[in-house]
């Protein structure tokens, strides 16, 4: 069974960067695989983040597509999400997922998800 | 991006009540599209994929129909663990996206 546990810090003030990091178990990052991450505000809808498989390949969402940048630890059998520039727009609750490619790349969207980390952007 | 359009964005019903959720996608998706079910301080739980294909150890009740822009999650009989927020998801085309959510509320 893949289980994915977010981690990062909970607090990031305005402007700074945010880095979360998902420790997965029960699968390797390296085999034929999509890895990404999804946030929801406050009591908001979901929001697709960005995606990232097993080769390396990104893809991200347009609109923060100038601030993403997801990789791969593949020693550690991690992925991680950096987020530059946060405003108080970005505090929400970020889950990374397995999943995250579309039907082209045989995906059939996120089916794990981990217990999502909350982040809040304040000074 | 494509978007994707739930109704109702709230019902209420009762125990043993048939439930109908629909999306709408602004574009052709073939059956690409699955639903999700969240409860609170939970992270969404995969329901169907491919339209109609009930993911492992989901419960008969649930099931799913459409292709091309028009979609249905139904609940065949409301049990009380089945009240929570339910979301559609498109994987036809990156920006990946979800709907709006429709909260399934004990009438």
Request: aromatic share 10%; with cysteine.
């Given at each position: 069974?893949?289980?994915?546990?977010?981690?990062?810090?909970?607090?990031?003030?305005?402007?700074?960067?945010?880095?979360?990091?998902?420790?997965?178990?029960g699968?390797?990052?390296?085999?034929?695989?999509?890895?990404?991450?999804?946030?929801?505000?406050?009591g908001?809808?979901?929001?697709?983040i960005?995606?990232?498989?097993q080769?390396g390949?990104?893809?991200?969402?347009p609109?923060?597509?100038?601030?993403?940048?997801?990789?791969?630890?593949?020693?550690?059998?991690?992925?991680?999400?950096?987020?530059?520039?946060?405003?108080?727009a970005?505090t929400?609750?970020?889950?990374?997922?397995?999943?995250?490619?579309?039907?082209?790349?045989?995906?059939t969207?996120?089916?794990?998800?981990?217990?999502?980390?909350?982040?809040?952007?304040?000074? | 991006?494509?978007?994707?359009?739930?109704?109702?964005?709230?019902?209420?019903?009762?125990?043993?009540?048939?439930?109908?959720?629909?999306?709408?996608?602004?574009?052709g998706?073939?059956?690409?599209?699955?639903?999700?079910?969240?409860?609170?301080?939970?992270?969404?739980?995969?329901?169907?994929?491919a339209?109609f294909?009930?993911?492992?150890?989901?419960?008969?009740?649930?099931?799913?129909?459409?292709?091309g822009?028009?979609?249905?999650?139904?609940?065949?009989?409301?049990?009380?663990?089945?009240?929570?927020?339910?979301?559609?998801?498109?994987y036809?085309?990156?920006?990946?996206?979800?709907?709006?959510?429709?909260?399934?509320?004990?009438?």
């Open positions: 069974q893949v289980q994915l546990q977010e981690s990062g810090p909970g607090l990031v003030k305005p402007s700074e960067t945010l880095s979360l990091t998902c420790a997965v178990s699968s390797s990052i390296s085999s034929r695989n999509y890895w990404g991450w999804i946030r929801q505000s406050p908001k809808g979901l929001e697709w960005g995606s990232i498989n080769s390949n990104t893809y991200y969402h609109s923060l597509k100038s601030r993403v940048t997801i990789s791969l630890d593949r020693s550690k059998n991690q992925f991680s999400l950096s987020l530059t520039s946060m405003t108080a970005d929400a609750l970020y889950y990374c997922v397995r999943g995250g490619g579309v039907a082209a790349a045989g995906q969207g996120p089916v794990n998800w981990g217990q999502g980390s909350l982040v809040a952007v304040s000074s | 991006a494509i978007r994707l359009t739930q109704s109702p964005s709230s019902v209420s019903a009762s125990t043993g009540d048939r439930v109908t959720i629909t999306c709408r996608a602004s574009q998706i073939s059956n690409y599209l699955g639903w999700y079910q969240q409860k609170p301080g939970k992270a969404p739980k995969l329901l169907i994929y339209a294909t009930l993911q492992s150890g989901v419960p008969s009740r649930f099931s799913g129909s459409g292709s822009t028009d979609f249905t999650l139904t609940i065949s009989s409301l049990q009380s663990e089945d009240y929570a927020t339910y979301y559609c998801q498109q036809y085309g990156y920006p990946l996206t979800f709907g709006g959510g429709t909260k399934v509320e004990i009438k």
